[in-house]
């Protein structure tokens, strides 16, 4: 079968007068016209059956988020489709193949290429809208949580924006793992949402997270902590956390800078780091990937774990589907289609 020459992509371009895009004035959302990327010798062509829609996107848009070197301009982060193509020195995927993607960028298209070693089946029962919406979030969960936060069935593990893709993600994984989730959530509907999916739920603009944590831990503090907000709840963060507990930051949606009490961190021999997961190597997001392969698809494909998928929009509804995904309402995931 022959490939096309040419696709449809989504990029962003600064509006007229802008030399670059900025949160007060982001970026238009155009599709245009792409040629179909050249295939590495270690690269797999996927045609996109969906892509799904991630917080980097939206950073992106605004200028919050510089698209890392030698990666693709066109947004999006995680994909599912078919194989249309290998590269010559790849021995682990056939054209036809049923799979998802973890990309540095790309996703917005109607094919992309990819390091074959990122790449992962699309988990048995799932349609492949469903699979490009939980590519992202499941390695971030497993890279985070699991990997660097060293997670042990028993944990308490306290998960900040608890309705969002990644915290609704991360609550299924914890209690699936045999962890005990905290999450916290804006709304009470939100909250509700987490304890549906097993979480201890806390809403933040009504109670203190810190003193609901001691009461619900037995004064034992949570000994993870998923952290998406940064600077705000920086000496929050701390005086929840348990002796030897394990802080990972993800993103700064409270700010990027915060007081800490260092003595606080050295008293509970406490672990503080940070990760991105976009700018890394072909052979790290590998190792990752094989994790969940390994621990997480199975809970997909005997429904212990659901992608919940909020709502999909086609390509050409990109503008629509952020105005839904910037929502405050919203919890799941948002996913564009081809």
Do not use: C
């Not at 605004?62 to 599912?80: H, I, K, R």
């Not at 048995?124 to 969960?141: M, N, P």
């Amino acid at each position: 079968m022959s490939l096309p020459s040419k696709m449809q992509v989504v990029r962003f371009v600064p509006k007229a007068g802008n030399t670059k895009a900025t949160k007060q004035h982001p970026a238009e959302i155009r599709l245009e016209t792409a040629g179909v990327p050249n295939l590495g010798t270690h690269e797999v062509l996927i045609q996109v059956h969906a892509a799904g829609i991630n917080n980097a996107d939206l950073l992106q848009r605004s200028g919050g988020y510089n698209v890392p070197e030698g990666a693709s301009d066109v947004p999006g982060l995680e994909v599912a489709g078919t194989i249309a193509a290998v590269g010559h020195d790849v021995q682990t995927w056939n054209i036809g193949d049923r799979v998802g993607a973890l990309l540095a960028g790309g996703g917005y298209a109607e094919y992309v290429a990819v390091d074959a070693r990122q790449v992962v089946p699309a988990p048995d029962q799932l349609e492949l809208f469903e699979t490009a919406g939980i590519i992202e979030t499941t390695a971030t969960v497993w890279f985070n949580v699991f990997m660097t936060g060293q997670f042990q069935p028993g944990d308490w593990v306290l998960i900040h924006g608890g309705a969002g893709g990644i915290g609704t993600m991360a609550t299924q994984m914890v209690k699936a793992m045999g962890g005990k989730p905290i999450a916290t959530a804006g709304s009470d509907e939100k909250v509700a949402y987490t304890e549906f999916l097993g979480a201890q739920g806390i809403n933040y603009r009504t109670e203190n997270f810190v003193d609901r944590i001691e009461e619900l831990t037995e004064g034992h503090g949570v000994d993870i902590i998923l952290d998406i907000i940064g600077g705000q709840y920086a000496d929050d963060n701390m005086r929840a956390l348990a002796h030897r507990g394990r802080w990972v930051v993800i993103g700064s949606q409270g700010g990027i800078k915060g007081e800490l009490n260092f003595l606080r961190l050295m008293a509970k021999q406490a672990v503080l780091t940070g990760n991105l997961l976009r700018p890394r190597t072909a052979a790290e997001k590998g190792e990752i990937l094989k994790g969940v392969v390994e621990y997480i698809w199975p809970l997909f494909t005997d429904g212990t774990i659901d992608p919940l998928i909020a709502q999909t929009f086609p390509l050409a509804q990109t503008a629509a589907a952020y105005e839904r995904f910037s929502e405050s309402d919203r919890v799941g995931k948002i996913v564009l289609t081809m």
